[in-house]
């Protein structure tokens, strides 16, 4: 016969067991549900990885651009970098045959005399310009010769 006793433990056993199973399995559940939402979340991480990718990407060829553009620039600043060098000496060459011609025409254009700024008998001379030529010291005795023969 039947054990009542026995029938009553078994199932109070059984029914223990049930409960403690559905216990790990709801354990189980919130496991694989955390590791769901982590799956969600290194989606969302992947997506927007792809999305600063392709913006580094845009970013790099924006800055490949102004690289080459800034490139251009310098290569243009150097041309004319190289231009002014040659105007400028152009100019300066200018001006200064423009100097020398000026020196000549005012060369040209002044009296070749020469004036003595001081009185008779200093032996100090002051000469206006330029002065090409002789020059001869008077002889002082040569004076007082002509001053006795007198």
Partial sequence: MINYEDLKDWQDSARCGLRNEIDRLEEKEGHIR??????DVVEE????????????????????DL??????????IDELRRQQQVETGNLRQQLLDAKEQNLEAVAQKKPTEIHNH?????????????????????????????????
Avoid: C, H, I, P
């Fill in 34 to 39: 955390d590791l769901l939402r982590s799956l």
């Fill in 118 to 150: 001081f009185e008779s008998g200093s032996s100090a001379q002051v000469f206006n310009d330029k002065v090409t030529g002789k020059f001869t010291k008077k002889n002082k005795w040569k004076r007082k010769e002509k001053k006795r023969l007198w």
């Fill in 67 to 76: 690289a080459e553009q800034l490139e251009q620039k310098q290569m243009e």
């Fill in 45 to 64: 991480l992947l997506a927007e990885n792809d999305d600063l990718k392709e913006s580094l990407e845009r970013k790099q060829r924006e800055v490949d």
